[in-house]
């Protein structure tokens, strides 16, 4: 016997997992991944490239089907679009290490336009939001590393969990969903060239990625039909799309495990590198015997693995973007400001004397133990000398947001009211009510507050 | 002095090149390549992928900015999906060999839909198409053939062409060209895999190809930037999508020649590797002295090039579609019927026993001296016994259509008329008139005849 082709492995598991299949730790979570994607979503939704496709997609026009975080409604395909892109923007989204997938920005748009045009329910959210990181993780980790040479991960392997959870909203039996994937897989795009100008690419890609997806699906549903082993297949996406890959990654522990609960999320609004570092710093400074003041540092050694060293050694950052890669500065503005999220990344940080001062104080260079230990770690040692000679070492092996080194949801509720600081208090918070009770939800046509507004 | 960057070369001559630059022939040309896209599209708007595609469009809404084959007008990226996947779907469309790109089915509905929603002219919108040819043949041959071993270069390379033609239409300058063509090529998509199915993706390929092109020129209408090296920049379209590539095909002669005069039609509604065959027994037939009638026949011997022996040596085709891959099947039905068109492949023909039993005397072979010339030749040998005991030899190097083989514009105004019989007879010779008359349009938002009918 033969093993199934992937696909028709993986429309299986779409087709049979429901909500009651979940775990409860993986439904609260998967509510958390929702409030993330939300606050990431609305920070977002005024950047002038997000601004840029809502126009765009308020020329075209369209039925009032999903709700934008742009503010109105249109139909499902344009909703993904928009709010696929506007949750990319600010850099704050959750991400998974193996398969280097930022799954929220692409999967809950394709499925919160799905579910909000048919109505379903909150716990059918929840299912299909599960199963869609899950599919695009496996994918992730099937191309993983080579694919990611090239191709935004998010963008590419984001469709098919953007297609897998719009075909679980919509229904789809076992053959429609082989469709969908396969139709999901051969409209997947993004490649990498966007990073060389800093273009508005990224925010495209997952737009898009969310968009085809929920295309693929809503396809599929009309009995529109696609390859079915477009991942394994001769000219499928494995063989076009990387050098290498592990197939057997797409179905190992399939429905036994939930891998959404193995996504990180972002706490500080800077480079993922700079996070172990900024965690040190924040815990030296909260040390409830011996809170560190930036001025008792007489000195501080960052010790990092590789891409801590190759990429946020940067001791003089020009702008509010370059700030969030310099890790002289991140560690400096923890230390000083007790805080490295959204609000504390601006023009007057930036040339904060007291955090200037403190940067010129911290060294960045490689720990081998603490690069012998990565990828699988993203580690940091810091030493801290202090005025008087004394010295601090600390370390940790993963940032925090890591599933190894879980942030509390009061944290991450706590990021989503800053994300938001610009909307009314009472919306806001109607916002963390209603997604933290997602599972009560009925009917998500009649899911926003205050009609059409998200 | 280094050369300029690709795309900024593409974009130069996409922003200067203007209707009055184009030679009359070239003008001729490129009305009769929309004509012949009219017809296609025309034949497959009633086909169920099509069907399927526009039902969707309808759902999703829209405002009435450009007309649908299928009757209606939607929003101009619908128009552009729809009408692009329509177009591709009886395999009647043009296609350029050194590129293997069939362009009409992307370039021209992106160039339409952004033309009628402007309002520009029948000018604006002939030399819009001839540049969008030119861009995505240029971008094809370079890539070719190791790209198309995956990639569906009508869809991937034709969306570079579809973003070139809407970019012209919206008046672009240099800069923003370069960002359309940028995100033309971070969305290129579309894998063969498809085919080991059978599976209706090829549509999906073509009219997402027209609508990404003609999203990357309306984004960079409002600014939206995009990677300024796509095609030679290190993690760009030719080192992600292809094992080899000769950069220096986009800007040969770029300017000096319109390359939209190599592209070559199809007379006959089967596989391209049965046309000189077919050319070679219909020329036979209408022999003025001694026209060839079935009877006489005792043997045919055709001699083709390795695909046509590998692909179309079939005596005995079980349905339709497989008759057009049959060389057994269009030999005999050219012979009995005098014609290879869209009405001639049919249940009826598929069992007629005058050409069964006329197929029966057919013999497919490798004719080295026919192979030694392909690909630049797509030749075939035919040797007719009679049953007499005489023979007849012929040959051709081009199929009918082929630049070095042309097809009279009275020719493809019948293939026009017979792909279109199913309309009335008045709109469709009113569309002929329209198209053969393109460069008279003011204001193509006005251009199709009953309001919103095409």
Redesign the interface.
């Given at each position: 016997m033969t093993a199934p082709a992937l696909s028709q492995a993986l429309a299986r598991f779409i087709e049979r997992t429901r909500y009651e299949d979940l775990p409860q730790e993986v439904v609260s979570f998967t509510k958390l991944c929702v409030l993330d994607w939300l606050g990431s979503a609305l920070a977002g939704a005024d950047q002038?490239?997000i601004r840029?496709?809502r126009?765009?997609a308020e020329?075209?026009?369209?039925?009032e089907?999903a709700a934008l975080v742009t503010g109105g409604r249109t139909?499902?395909?344009?909703a993904a679009l928009v709010n696929g892109a506007a949750s990319h923007v600010v850099e704050l989204d959750d991400i998974h290490k193996a398969s280097i997938i930022h799954a929220a920005t692409v999967v809950i748009p394709a499925a919160l336009a799905a579910a909000e045009w048919r109505g379903r329910s909150g716990r059918d959210l929840i299912a299909a939001i599960a199963i869609g990181y899950d599919v695009c993780f496996r994918i992730g980790e099937a191309v993983s590393p080579s694919h990611y040479?090239?191709?935004h991960n998010t963008a590419t392997c984001g469709t098919f969990g953007a297609a897998a959870a719009a075909g679980k909203l919509l229904g789809l039996a076992e053959e429609s969903l082989v469709?969908a994937l396969?139709?999901a897989?051969?409209?997947?795009?993004?490649?990498?060239?966007?990073?060389?100008?800093g273009?508005?690419?990224k925010q495209?890609?997952t737009g898009?990625a969310a968009m085809?997806g929920l295309?693929a699906a809503?396809?599929a549903e009309?009995?529109?039909?696609?390859?079915?082993?477009?991942l394994e297949?001769?000219?499928?996406?494995f063989?076009?799309?990387s050098e290498e890959f592990d197939a057997s990654r797409v179905t190992e522990r399939l429905g036994e495990t939930f891998k959404i609960r193995e996504n990180s999320f972002k706490i500080h609004a800077s480079c993922r590198h700079t996070h172990p570092a900024i965690d040190l710093a924040l815990s030296l400074r909260a040390d409830p015997a011996n809170p560190l003041r930036p001025e008792q540092v007489r000195k501080i050694r960052v010790g990092g693995y590789r891409s801590v060293v190759a990429i946020t050694d940067d001791p003089s950052p020009a702008s509010v973007y370059a700030a969030k890669f310099s890790l002289q500065f991140c560690v400096a503005l923890a230390l000083v400001k007790g805080r490295a999220g959204l609000a504390e990344f601006t023009e007057q940080t930036l040339h904060d004397p007291a955090i200037r001062t403190l940067m010129e104080r911290i060294e960045v260079k490689l720990d081998p133990e603490v690069d012998a230990a990565y990828p699988e770690c993203w580690g940091t040692r810091m030493e801290v000398t202090l005025a008087g000679g004394d010295t601090l070492t600390v370390r940790t092996d993963y940032p925090k947001g890591d599933p190894e080194n879980p942030v509390a949801a009061e944290e991450l509720i706590g990021k989503f009211r800053l994300m938001t600081d610009h909307l009314p208090v009472g919306r806001r918070e109607r916002h963390i009510e209603m997604v933290l009770q997602l599972e009560e939800a009925a009917d998500l046509a009649q899911f926003w507050p205050e009609g059409s507004r998200i």
């Open positions: 002038p490239p840029m496709i126009e765009l020329e075209m026009g369209g039925a089907q139909s499902a395909l344009h040479r090239y191709w469709h396969g139709n897989g051969t409209q997947a795009a993004g490649l990498w060239e966007f990073i060389e100008d273009a508005m690419s495209l890609h898009k085809n295309l809503l396809l009309k009995g529109f039909t696609g390859p079915t082993r477009i297949g001769g000219r499928g996406f063989h076009a799309m």
